[in-house]
């Protein structure tokens, strides 16, 4: 398999400027992924374009690290990042899109891109993408949580 895409949408009850800072903080993903095991900026200054977050994540039971550069910061609309880090499975795309939904609410739409990177991860990917859409949803659940409890 080549790879795909997967993501979802959730409605948050938080203002967009709240929400969007929230999330370019990629250290807070600790805070609704289970599989991030510890991640922390790596590069000066606040988030923003070139950002770079290193982490570790347990994925099939194995831990990797990791490491992702934001791609584009447009506040409070957009953010995209690269991994550019290495593995058997990588994330050459990946992205939150914000709108507003109404008053104090924030509509987010997440996604991922993954593809094979090795021989072993072409006989993983299709698996582990499968994984990933069936649980999108969930996923976005949890960011609607973590945003409306900080």
């Known amino acids: 398999m080549a790879g795909g895409r997967f993501g979802a949408t959730v409605v948050i009850d938080r203002p967009i ?10 250290e807070n993903d600790t805070k609704f992924s289970a599989r991030v095991l510890e991640i922390e900026q790596t ?10 977050y290193a982490s570790t994540v347990k994925d099939g039971g194995v831990k990797f690290k990791r490491q992702f ?5 447009e506040a409070p609309t957009k953010i995209r990042w690269t ?15 914000l709108a507003s ?3 104090g609410r924030t509509e987010v739409r997440f996604y991922n ?10 006989l993983v990917v299709g698996p582990a993408l499968r994984s990933a859409r069936k649980g ?7 960011i609607k949580r973590a945003v409306e409890a900080s």
């Open 17 to 26: 400027e709240e929400v969007f800072a929230f999330l370019a903080n990629g």
């Open 43 to 52: 590069t000066d200054g606040p988030p923003g374009l070139g950002t770079i």
């Open 69 to 73: 550069k934001l791609t584009e910061f």
């Open 83 to 97: 991994e550019v880090s290495t593995g058997p499975v990588i994330t050459p795309e990946g992205g939150y899109d």
């Open 101 to 103: 939904a109404g008053e």
């Open 113 to 122: 891109v993954i593809v094979p990177n090795t021989f072993v991860g072409k």
């Open 136 to 142: 999108a949803d969930d996923f976005a659940r949890a």
